[in-house]
């Protein structure tokens, strides 16, 4: 099973701790960083697969990322691209299994 790497921005003082605890009991997840500024968003797409902030975050760290990626092939005579495009899902109320189920989800 792949390792899925986590990074925690933002959180409160309070639901970071439980954050951390929770995915630490979790074998096949990892924190690779837990930050009180949503700036720390930059090394996301290096370092972890699943970014886990506050609500008012979240647009702040989506809004910069504006990936295209255009792959070539046959000498130039095949192309593809692929774009980056926040989308976002309202879940509503989440338990501390419901989440650890969405990270695990998303990445499937």
């Given at each position: 099973m792949r390792e899925i790497r986590i990074l925690v921005i933002g959180s409160p003082g309070i639901l970071r701790d439980v954050i951390v605890q929770l995915i630490g009991r979790c074998a096949d997840m990892r924190i690779v960083d837990v930050a009180a500024d949503p700036a720390a968003a930059a090394i996301w797409p290096?370092?972890?697969?699943?970014?886990?902030?506050?609500?008012?975050?979240?647009?702040?760290i989506l809004r910069p990322c504006h990936l295209k990626v255009i792959a070539l092939g046959d000498d130039g005579r095949r192309a593809a691209l692929w774009e980056l495009r926040a989308h976002r899902t309202e879940v509503g109320g989440m338990s501390p299994s419901q989440l650890v189920e969405m990270i695990r989800g998303r990445l499937e």
């Open positions: 290096a370092a972890a697969d699943v970014v886990l902030c506050d609500l008012d975050d979240a647009e702040r």
